[in-house]
């Protein structure tokens, strides 16, 4: 099957059973999604929203957690992973956003990345959901997923390499979707160690690219 068939009918598929979908995790306001997406790195949205409900109503926009100390910040998000570098980055970013934003998140991709603790994937995050962009996020289940389909070649072996592949051939309109159906998709049924393969219902197209992968053959 040649790759522009195997995106067709991909794409086709949630198109028809996930038309609308977005993030799972629980925000607020721009600034609040920016604090949930940056406690998300390498740890479950399930535990960021455990998390955030009790720390977004001590802190609920950049003022407040400007003037916090890491330390503070720590006791709130002290279950997620990472936390002491995730609450000293939290406080950094909420400061420049005071200072240099008037305390609004930017939408402007460089200015997303000079803000301490947000990375190329957090940025794009932003612009698709908090700013209605053409965006391709690239997170652990979107690489492991493109990769496995065969949406994406074993040359395209970073996250940058994937997130352009797949900015090639998805349509600017179905672009920030396709994250988020790829991203649940690996989550739910395509997951790291042990794919659903018998109820995937892209089971008839996938190619099951699995070396490098840690699932077991």
């Known amino acids: 099957m040649k790759r522009d068939e195997r995106y067709r009918l991909v794409l086709e598929h949630f ?16 600034f609040q999604l920016l ?9 479950t949205d399930k535990r960021v ?15 407040t957690m400007a003037q916090a100390e890491a330390d503070e910040i720590f006791e709130y998000v002290k279950s997620v992973s990472y936390p002491n570098s995730k609450a000293k980055h939290l406080v950094e970013l909420s400061r420049m956003l005071v200072e240099r ?10 200015q997303l990345l000079e803000l301490p603790g947000v990375g190329r994937k957090t940025a794009n995050v932003m612009q698709a959901v908090a700013f209605g962009q ?3 996020p ?7 997923v493109s990769h496995r389909l065969g949406l994406v070649s074993k040359s395209d072996n970073t996250p940058l390499k994937v997130e352009q592949t797949l900015k ?4 600017a309109a179905d672009l920030s979707l396709a994250h988020h159906w790829l991203l649940l998709h690996g989550r739910y049924v395509c ?9 995937c219902p892209l089971e008839a197209v996938c190619p099951k690219q699995l070396e490098g992968s840690r699932l077991e053959h």
């Not at 604090?35 to 740890?43: F, H, K, R």
């Not at 690239?138 to 492991?144: C, L, S, W």
């Not at 997951?191 to 109820?199: I, M, W």
């Open 15 to 30: 198109r028809n059973e996930m038309p609308e979908v977005t993030t799972e995790l629980e925000f607020g306001s721009v």
């Open 35 to 43: 604090v949930a997406v940056v406690l998300s790195a390498q740890c």
């Open 49 to 63: 929203n455990q998390v955030t409900p009790d720390l977004f109503r001590r802190y609920p926009d950049a003022k």
């Open 101 to 110: 934003f008037k305390g609004q998140v930017p939408s402007d991709m460089n």
């Open 134 to 136: 053409s965006a391709m």
């Open 138 to 144: 690239v997170d652990t289940h979107v690489y492991r």
């Open 168 to 171: 090639k051939h998805i349509p």
């Open 191 to 199: 997951t790291s160690r042990s794919p659903h393969c018998a109820k």
